[in-house]
């Protein structure tokens, strides 16, 4: 009888297994701005043009993602707009999640083909800086995605501070929101420490800086989260190009922890280099792939 239960067990697994996909494809993409209309009392920002709104989603439907989390989304409207012109391109994403915290300009937002199972986005997150209270502008964005009935990924993704001068100086601003992002993550995988957690966005700082540093913890600690090394055909690492400054850096990345980083599928891991990429956006995507287990 023992036998015959377990062997039922067994079927039923591999069954549900056998439903859903063997790999999954996840891309990270800071869009640049896909802004239409600019929200009343809002710095001035120029509208992103159907030119580049094409090769944006050109450059995505090329990679066919079936989880994307992007920066530099603009209102809910434009949201839509973006799900619609991705539908009509071949991509159907009917699960989203999009974060509305202190900035009232740019969003990060999450679309995924797979059911999303929890949300604990953060988006009334502040700390102190010299005295003063400052907002995390773009908020935290927390799901989990059910991408078969015994696979869950664990997306947390967002944009830290840019490198625009303020008066408290940014790079202080970036590494205190970089420490709430920490901690978020840190709570997380303290309660769940086999969690696949994927980190992601526009950091805004290159590997060796502090804010970087903070995120991905203490190296080799059971919390601790790795960068995925991504390079393009040509070797090359980065996924920025800062045309005032003529400089290319790498300053999006896709984190995992423990738990995922043994899912990356690296030789099928990798960072675009479509002709058109430029035109889409100053940054380039991000492409992880990752195997499905239970």
């Given at each position: 009888?023992?036998?015959?239960l377990?062997?039922f067990l067994?079927?039923?697994?591999?069954?549900?297994?056998?439903?859903?996909?063997?790999?999954?494809?996840?891309l990270?993409?800071n869009?640049e701005?896909?802004i239409?209309?600019?929200?009343?009392?809002?710095?001035?920002?120029e509208?992103?043009s159907e030119?580049?709104?094409?090769?944006?989603?050109?450059?995505?439907?090329?990679?066919?993602?079936d989880?994307i989390g992007v920066?530099?989304m603009?209102?809910?409207a434009?949201?839509?707009?973006?799900l619609?012109?991705?539908?009509a391109a071949?991509?159907?994403?009917?699960?989203?999640?999009?974060?509305?915290?202190?900035?009232?300009?740019?969003?990060?937002?999450l679309?995924s083909?797979?059911?999303?199972s929890?949300?604990?986005?953060?988006?009334?997150?502040?700390?102190?800086?010299?005295?003063?209270k400052?907002y995390?502008?773009?908020?935290?964005l927390?799901?989990?995605i059910?991408?078969?009935?015994?696979?869950q990924l664990?997306?947390?993704?967002?944009?830290?501070?840019?490198?625009?001068?303020?008066?408290?100086d940014?790079?202080?601003?970036?590494?205190?929101e970089?420490?709430?992002?920490?901690?978020?993550?840190?709570?997380?995988?303290?309660?769940?420490?086999?969690?696949?957690m994927?980190v992601?966005?526009?950091f805004?700082?290159?590997?060796?800086?502090a804010?970087?540093?903070?995120i991905?913890?203490?190296?080799?600690?059971?919390?601790?989260l790795?960068?995925?090394?991504?390079?393009?055909v040509?070797?090359?690492?980065?996924t920025?190009?800062?045309?005032t400054?003529?400089?290319y850096?790498?300053?999006?990345y896709?984190?995992t922890?423990?738990?995922?980083?043994?899912?990356?599928?690296a030789?099928?891991?990798h960072?675009?280099?479509?002709?058109?990429?430029?035109?889409?956006?100053?940054h380039r995507?991000?492409?992880?792939?990752?195997?499905?287990?239970?």
């Amino acid at each position: 009888m023992i036998r015959v239960l377990l062997f039922f067990l067994l079927t039923c697994s591999l069954s549900v297994l056998a439903e859903g996909p063997a790999e999954v494809r996840f891309l990270a993409y800071n869009l640049e701005n896909y802004i239409r209309s600019v929200p009343e009392g809002s710095r001035p920002v120029e509208p992103k043009s159907e030119k580049s709104i094409a090769a944006l989603i050109a450059v995505i439907a090329s990679e066919k993602p079936d989880i994307i989390g992007v920066c530099e989304m603009g209102a809910p409207a434009e949201f839509e707009d973006f799900l619609t012109r991705l539908k009509a391109a071949g991509l159907d994403f009917p699960h989203t999640e999009y974060v509305q915290a202190a900035d009232l300009e740019r969003h990060v937002a999450l679309a995924s083909r797979f059911p999303i199972s929890a949300r604990h986005s953060q988006t009334n997150l502040s700390f102190d800086l010299i005295g003063k209270k400052q907002y995390y502008k773009r908020g935290i964005l927390d799901v989990t995605i059910d991408v078969t009935a015994t696979c869950q990924l664990h997306f947390i993704g967002t944009h830290l501070k840019s490198k625009r001068d303020v008066p408290e100086d940014e790079s202080l601003v970036r590494r205190g929101e970089a420490h709430l992002l920490r901690l978020h993550c840190k709570s997380i995988l303290e309660k769940t420490p086999d969690a696949r957690m994927l980190v992601y966005g526009d950091f805004n700082d290159t590997i060796n800086e502090a804010s970087i540093r903070e995120i991905m913890g203490r190296k080799n600690s059971d919390d601790a989260l790795r960068p995925v090394d991504l390079r393009d055909v040509n070797g090359d690492k980065w996924t920025h190009y800062w045309k005032t400054a003529d400089i290319y850096s790498r300053i999006d990345y896709v984190l995992t922890s423990r738990a995922a980083t043994q899912d990356v599928i690296a030789e099928k891991s990798h960072i675009p280099r479509p002709a058109n990429w430029y035109e889409a956006s100053d940054h380039r995507p991000l492409v992880v792939v990752l195997r499905v287990r239970p």
